[in-house]
């Protein structure tokens, strides 16, 4: 089955700096890359998703690279604000109704 | 649009005793939808997938017969924990799914057994 590995666990980065989550996956049947952020004791909320016929994605201050034939993707954000702090999981899987795998999750905390 | 809820949102239950936990797609009848227990500071682990009128599939390690999940209808499944013990106090969260689209959450709900 699919194996999704994510770095760093935790990540501090000053207001208005950048950050970067980056995941790895196993299964080159995988096509669905979704970020999840979630914050305490909520729900998961998608943030971005890219498929695996594009290398890149934007929106806004987020932005999302894959790599298929290295079998990893990173998430990016630019311009960090307070309200960005939480925790973020990348998952992977075939797309359509099916099953997605999930990382371990980064917690990013912005300093102000 | 693409709204789903859970209910109940946080259970305590004595050790022993069952529990339901229902989700609901409440504008989109959901042809898939997915459980996962979520331990604290841990990641959504996947306990099975549902379609529905047909049978869960169970992930590796995940007790069938101890998590009973039923999806009766495109907008309802539930996930019944019985003979609950203090180990399976988890946030249990659904997602719910339609052809084309990303996984819509529920709000998840904090199971407590003690």
């Known amino acids: 089955g699919e194996n999704v590995e994510q770095h760093p666990s935790t990540l501090s980065v000053q207001e208005g700096d950048s950050a970067v989550i980056k995941c790895t996956y196993s299964?080159?049947?995988?096509?669905?890359f979704p970020w999840y952020k979630q914050e305490l004791g909520k729900r998961p909320q998608l943030i971005i998703d890219?498929?695996?016929?594009?290398g890149e994605k934007k929106d806004q201050r987020i932005a999302v690279t894959l790599n298929k034939t290295a079998k990893h993707f990173s998430l990016h954000i630019t311009e960090t604000q307070p309200e960005d702090s939480a925790v973020y999981f990348c998952?992977?899987?075939?797309?359509?109704?099916?099953?997605?795998?999930f990382g371990t999750g980064t917690r990013l905390t912005i300093i102000p | 649009g693409a709204v789903v809820s859970q209910h109940p949102s946080r259970v305590i239950c004595k050790s022993g005793t069952s529990v339901k936990i229902e989700c609901r797609s409440l504008?989109?009848?959901?042809?898939?939808m997915f459980w996962y227990r979520q331990f604290p500071k841990q990641s959504l682990m996947l306990m099975a997938t549902?379609?529905?009128?047909?049978?869960?599939?169970?992930e590796q390690g995940v007790e069938k017969d101890k998590f009973l999940i039923n999806h009766a209808s495109l907008t309802l499944s539930t996930l019944t924990v019985t003979s609950a013990h203090p180990e399976d106090s988890s946030f249990y969260i659904c997602?719910?799914?339609?052809?084309?689209?990303?996984?819509?959450f529920g709000p998840g709900t904090r199971l407590t057994v003690t």
């Open positions: 997602s719910a799914t339609r052809t084309g689209h990303e996984q819509y």
């Open positions: 299964d080159s049947a995988s096509n669905y």
């Open positions: 890219i498929r695996s016929n594009v």
């Open positions: 998952a992977a899987g075939p797309g359509g109704n099916e099953k997605l795998t």
């Open positions: 504008d989109f009848q959901a042809t898939t």
């Open positions: 549902s379609n529905e009128g047909s049978k869960a599939t169970y």
